[in-house]
């Protein structure tokens, strides 16, 4: 299991370039000195369960901690979730939009498949612009994008969501008590 972490650390390492793109959704101090990408699909449950402990890491270490969205849409259905969420962030509300869509996850994601004309429903009551939302959601460019992030997660070998990555560092052993660990150590290490 340590030769499989040291080839994990090695990978993410070389390919430290590909973790962030300049396009990708970032919440928290563009100075912190620890960043937390995620690679996550909006129909996970264990993505919403771990936003809320994402958050509460952030509050806990104000001005410390950068979070970097990247999707990976696994789940049946989602890809067409992302690309609604990809165009709420060319409206500069993905992060509302993903708070919507975890808030509402068990209307639309329904036996681990999502639902995206019932997310659209949901998208009715907030402030997005859903006429120009639909039609960013068709673009190529938001199409392209999820492409890039998916071609990424797997040079990082990231298969399942969340996958995530502090300081370019893999977390090997899933969990919230390992992720608040690597966390906490990068801190330490950084502050």
């Given amino acids: 299991n340590k030769q499989k972490a040291d080839d994990a650390s090695a990978n993410a390492q070389k390919n430290d370039s590909i973790l962030e793109r300049d396009y990708s959704p970032t919440i928290g101090d563009k100075n912190a000195k620890v960043t937390i990408v995620e690679f996550f699909d909006p129909a996970c449950e264990t993505c919403k369960a771990f936003s809320l402990f994402l958050k509460q890491a952030m509050k806990a270490n104000p001005g410390k901690i950068r979070l970097v969205m990247r999707y990976l849409p696994l789940h049946q259905g989602s ?16 992060w509302e939009i993903l708070d919507d869509a975890y808030a509402s996850q068990s209307s639309w994601a329904i036996h681990h498949a999502a ?26 460019a938001i199409a392209q994008r999820i492409q ?3 071609s990424d997660a ?5 298969t399942k969501t969340p996958g995530f990555f502090v300081n370019g ?22 502050y």
């Fill in 115 to 140: 639902q995206p004309q019932l997310f659209w429903k949901i998208l009715a009551y907030t402030k997005l612009d859903i006429e120009k939302a639909k039609q960013d959601a068709k673009s190529i």
């Fill in 148 to 150: 890039q992030d998916i």
């Fill in 154 to 158: 797997r040079q990082l070998n990231v």
């Fill in 79 to 94: 890809d067409e979730v992302v690309k609604i969420l990809e165009a709420a962030n060319q409206q500069n509300k993905f």
């Fill in 169 to 190: 560092k893999p977390l090997i052993n899933f969990g919230y008590q390992p992720l608040k660990e690597l966390i906490e150590t990068e801190i330490r290490s950084n």
